[in-house]
């Protein structure tokens, strides 16, 4: 990296490099982005509940008042002007939980996701905290992705989720 710099005012990182054009920028949601944040996770729901034929009404309802208090948990990450994406975390006392990671399609496989990562560990290190994340049994390119960065599958739940940690040297 050649370039960091953090503006106190805004809270926004701006990071450039030789991959990118423009500098990169983390900035943290506001209401206004909660349609870009709801977006896919409600298309997704709406895919279920027409294949499957099921009342996802109640988890929808749910997304949504989630999303409504917690968007300042979220952070988008924009190139000059364009959206790349956004991730969501959750705080604990002793981990950090990557509740929701969405690269849009035209980025993904271009390092951004990495980036995100590499910001959420670094956060854990400075806290002394863990990393954790969940990815559907289904889902083995994501699995694949937070092995590679050295995530470590803790358990299998009943749903068959994988549950992934990173301990981001925090011992």
Known sequence: ???????PMTGSMYLQDSLTK???????????????????????????QKDQGLDLSAVRNALISRAETEIDDYTKLME???LIGWYHV?????????????????FRSKGYGSRILDR??????????SVTVTVSAENARAAAFYER?????????????????HEADRF
């Not at 990296?1 to 503006?7: H, Y």
């Not at 959750?90 to 035209?106: A, C, F, K, R, Y």
């Not at 960065?149 to 992934?164: C, I, K, P, T, V």
């Open 149 to 165: 960065h050295g995530f470590s599958l803790s358990h299998r739940d009943a749903r068959q989720n994988l549950h992934f940690t």
């Open 80 to 82: 000059g002007s364009q």
């Open 22 to 48: 423009a500098p990169l920028c983390f900035i943290p949601c506001t209401k206004e982005d909660l349609p870009t944040v709801l977006k896919g996770s409600l298309e997704i729901l709406d895919e279920l």
């Open 90 to 106: 959750i705080e604990g006392l002793t981990s950090l939980e990557l509740d929701d990671v969405n690269i849009l399609e035209p």
């Open 1 to 7: 990296m050649n370039f960091q710099e953090t503006f």
């Open 120 to 129: 959420v560990i670094e956060r854990a290190r400075a806290a002394k905290k």
